[in-house]
């Protein structure tokens, strides 16, 4: 059986959390995908970097789906209070998670 052809390399960055579910969704279109653990450079939390090979056609079911599963999430950061004699901190709350994604179109694909 063959496959439609790749066109677009799609690079999503999805918070540890949500990678089982999106995986398991991603798979349901039929699409390669590998995925690489990677850390956050703003709060150095665990994700998962995902690339995913998408024929034409899929593109925006592929975009839909990550919308579906990536959840934005209120986590609270301890910020050392100004002024203080003693190491006390404040909680501040951050919203974290969904996704970011890059997609670029590809001109060459192969599996060697």
Do not use: W
């Not at 279109?29 to 970097?49: E, K, M, Q």
């Not at 501040?92 to 179109?105: K, L, M, Q, R, Y």
């Amino acid at each position: 059986m063959e496959h439609a052809p790749i066109r677009y390399l799609m690079t999503a960055i999805v918070q540890e959390q949500d990678v089982d579910v999106v995986e398991r969704a991603l798979d349901v279109l039929g699409v390669p995908i590998t995925h690489l653990a990677s850390t956050g450079g703003f709060l150095g939390r665990r994700n998962s970097t995902l690339f995913i090979g998408l024929p034409e056609d899929l593109n925006e079911k592929a975009l839909a789906t990550l919308q579906k599963f990536c959840r934005q999430r209120v986590e609270y950061l301890a910020i050392p209070l100004e002024g203080s004699p003693l190491p006390l901190s404040t909680p501040v709350p951050i919203t974290v998670g969904g996704a970011t994604v890059f997609t670029i179109p590809v001109e060459r694909y192969e599996e060697i």
